[in-house]
T-cell receptor, first 113, second 114 residues
Framework: GAGVSQTPSNKVTEKGKYVELRCDPI?????LYWYRQSLGQGPEFLIY????????DSGLPNDRFFAVRPEGSVSTLKIQRTERGDSAVYLC???????????FGQGTRLTVV | AQSVTQLGSHVSVSEGALVLLRCNYS??????LFWYVQYPNQGLQLLLKYTSAATLVKGINGFEAEFKKSETSFHLTKPSAHMSDAAEYFCAVSGNNQGGKLIFGQGTELSVKP
């Protein structure tokens, strides 16, 4: 009975580099969410998938951020040309449906130096 | 639009004392309200949720919260604090038509003194 798994747990990258963050949701969960949590702040919504499609991407801060979920299970959050301001914990959550309880992973701590 | 305000970024109580963490919300639709707890280096864990059934909601670990529409509040309480309650607590709101997308408050760090 695995929960939501996020890899890597920590990622340090240089400014300007490209990074990918992976989320494995709970098996059978159709809804998947990405959030970003900056130091001292609450999680901030980025994007919501229902199945393979992005149902709501209104939280993506700019076009350097992109996420995919090609088979309706694993999702990858991609950040191009990273900036120091992208440093944060990126949280993934999944739920059985879009209107049921969301379960969170432990997050990926991204540090851009 | 929806928003959440948590009053007090840090709250400190003595072990055995009442815990009160404040949350006020703003929502243009009937809200779903949640409290999550985050222990160091761990993911968010749901404590309790309000989904328009009973206004007094009981959650895990002895926590409860009361939905007060007139005050737009959803404060979290626990009669007697335990050392293990020390953590970060987040209040969150979602609309029933937003596919589970959560809007979080900034969090309240609870410290429990022996």
């Amino acid at each position: 009975g695995a929960g939501v798994s996020q890899t890597p747990s920590n990622k340090v990258t240089e400014k300007g580099k490209y990074v990918e963050l992976r989320c494995d949701p709970i098996s059978g969960h159709t809804a998947l969410y990405w959030y970003r949590q900056s130091l001292g702040q609450g999680p901030e919504f980025l994007i919501y998938f229902q199945g393979t499609g992005a149902a709501d991407d209104s939280g993506l801060p700019n076009d350097r951020f992109f996420a995919v979920r090609p088979e309706g299970s694993v999702s990858t959050l991609k950040i191009q040309r990273t900036e120091r301001g992208d440093s944060a914990v990126y949280l993934c959550a999944s739920s059985l449906r879009g209107d049921t309880e969301a379960f969170f992973g432990q997050g990926t701590r991204l540090t851009v130096v | 639009a929806q928003s959440v305000t948590q009053l007090g970024s840090h709250v400190s109580v003595s072990e055995g004392a009442l815990v009160l963490l404040r949350c006020n919300y703003s929502s243009s639709v009937p809200p779903y309200l949640f409290w999550y707890v985050q222990y160091p280096n761990q993911g968010l864990q749901l404590l309790l949720k309000y989904t328009s059934a009973a206004t007094l909601v009981k959650g895990i670990n002895g926590f409860e919260a009361e939905f007060k529409k007139s005050e737009t509040s959803f404060h979290l309480t626990k009669p007697s604090a335990h050392m293990s309650d020390a953590a970060e607590y987040f209040c969150a709101v979602s609309g029933n038509n937003q596919g589970g997308k959560l809007i979080f408050g900034q969090g309240t760090e609870l410290s429990v003194k022996p």
